[in-house]
């Protein structure tokens, strides 16, 4: 249970539900099980008690609940983290208890999605006043098994640097919506989506109508 997807980095809860055999007439006594978790998926060290027994977990990656007693559902959490993307696949052990024997084991699946990253780059280190050169933007997407949708960045230039118009020599690989008016402060991209894996570029044509160093930074984000 929890949150099916969560950004690299990010923590959830990791939900627990443990249902009494509807033909049983009395409740479970000393019900427990352990959940050693995926490499990737960690847990700190706490301890509490739930469903009237005792849960346990330990860092890295162990879940255990012991002596609890189940009769009508019982549903507890564990905040779990991931540091890096991917699909992680949790499975734990077979519930067990006194009164009622072995039970089934239970799988839950996350995705962890990696952001996506930019590198803009001048096409010259230098031009002469009001001159022209290429600034390029290229975006990937880190994730070996996640789609990134609604990519977007906006660059606002550095002051002195211009969007040439009106030919700008605008091109993109990249399959959303980039705007960039010439003479305008700024380039931008919106609604893109990048398979896993992928990646695409922004290039445009700019003037520098101001002398000086200009140092040029921008972030993407997508929906994921």
Do not use: K
Not at 22 to 35: K, Q, S
Not at 134 to 154: D, E, K, M, R, Y
């Amino acid at each position: 249970g929890g949150r099916a997807q969560v950004v690299a980095g990010g923590s959830t809860a990791l939900t627990f539900t443990i249902t009494d055999r509807p033909t049983n007439r009395d409740a479970l006594g000393g019900v427990a099980f352990t959940d050693t978790l995926p490499a990737g998926l960690t847990v700190v060290n706490d301890s509490s008690t739930v469903c009237g027994g005792t849960l346990t977990t330990t860092a890295p990656n162990t879940i255990s609940l012991s002596g609890a007693t189940v009769r009508q559902p019982c549903q507890f959490q564990v905040m779990v983290s991931a540091a890096a993307g991917g699909v992680y696949t949790n499975t734990t052990g077979n519930v067990t208890s006194i009164t009622g024997g072995t039970g089934n084991s239970a799988t839950a699946n996350l995705t962890v999605a990696s952001p996506p990253s930019i590198i803009n780059s001048f096409g010259a280190a230098s031009i002469p006043l009001m001159g022209t050169t290429s600034l390029s933007f290229t975006i990937n997407n880190p994730n070996t098994t996640l789609t990134l949708n609604g990519i977007a960045f906006t660059d606002n230039l550095p002051a002195g640097i211009y969007v040439s118009g009106p030919l700008n020599n605008l091109n993109t690989t990249c399959p959303g919506t980039v705007t960039a008016v010439g003479h305008s402060s700024s380039v931008s991209l919106s609604g893109a989506t990048l398979a896993a894996g992928a990646s695409c570029t922004v290039s445009i044509n700019v003037d520098g109508l101001a002398a000086g160093v200009m140092n040029n930074s921008v972030s993407v984000t997508s929906t994921e």
